[in-house]
């Protein structure tokens, strides 16, 4: 269907980017709902999210409740008429009384292929749990988590080299095509969501500052995708000399020693099966570069342990 008259309901730059698509479509953006500004910086100064910047500036209205469980909120929402809503990592649960709003209901672009990693960080998990290939999907809201009928995915292949930064940029791509195909079926009395398979769940855990600390101890190949899956925020690091380094990249190689060894002059690290050869790190306050620049200016001895 073509001119639909829709609300868009999200708040990090993944979502920024399907709205930016929704805006180039053609379609009536009546409002736009965001998490609240919040503070930011070493001035916490409020910042508004990246869909609500984008909204702002094309000139949409922008609602940032902080519930949306008050009868004032669903008035408000109600009276939009609208034909449906989107919904891409907004943050906020909605309502029953929400959900059947919209003459189309509530549609949310999911980042992965459910039911594997319904839940808040969809992109990192996968990445971290060694999973070959992800997707994104286009879902009929209900009231669980994730778990309504999916009316159209595509599938995204997780290689050797992806980061979450690299497939939330390829998952953001395909959603926006995804979604704006999908709409233009919604009139259509034979398209209908199919039901989740009951098995397979998953969970995607919100990703937790305590899980950004390398463990030496785990393996080469795990540590690699867990490396990868916090590649660029929060992004996985160690400490060396009261500094603390971020990790943005490494390879899994041949080698043994103790767990968090300096093995060579190149930042081959032992693990705690295998080893790390160390390609990309970016200490505190300075920019991302390569081993062989951060050696430079931090040198880092074969036979020394890393924290």
Known sequence: ??????????????????????????HEIACVYSQ??????????????AVHQLAENEGIPVRTPVSLK???????FAALKLDVAIVVAYGLILPK???????????????????????AAPIQRAIMAGDKETGIAVMQMEAGLDTGGILSEARIAITTDSTAGSL????AEAGAKLLLETLTRLGDP???ATAQPAEGITYAEKISKSEAAIDWKRSSVELDRHIRGLNPAPGAYFEHGGLRIKL?????????????????????????DGALKLVMLQPAGKAPMAAEAFLNGHPI???EVLG
């Open 1 to 26: 269907m073509a001119g639909l008259r829709l609300a868009f309901m999200g708040t990090p730059e993944f979502s920024a980017h399907i709205l930016q698509a929704l805006i180039s479509s053609g």
């Open 36 to 49: 609240p500004p919040r503070p930011a910086g070493r001035g916490k100064k409020l910042v508004a999210s």
């Open 70 to 76: 008050s009868e004032d909120v669903q008035a408000e």
């Open 97 to 119: 009384t929400l959900l059947e709003t919209p003459k189309y209901g509530c549609l949310n672009l999911h980042a992965s292929l459910l039911p594997r990693w319904r839940g």
């Open 168 to 171: 939330h940029d390829e998952l």
């Open 190 to 192: 034979e398209f209908r």
């Open 248 to 272: 943005l990249f490494a390879k899994p190689v041949a080698g043994e020693g103790h767990p968090g060894e300096v093995l060579d002059e190149n930042l081959t690290v032992a693990c705690g």
């Open 301 to 303: 001895g074969a036979g």
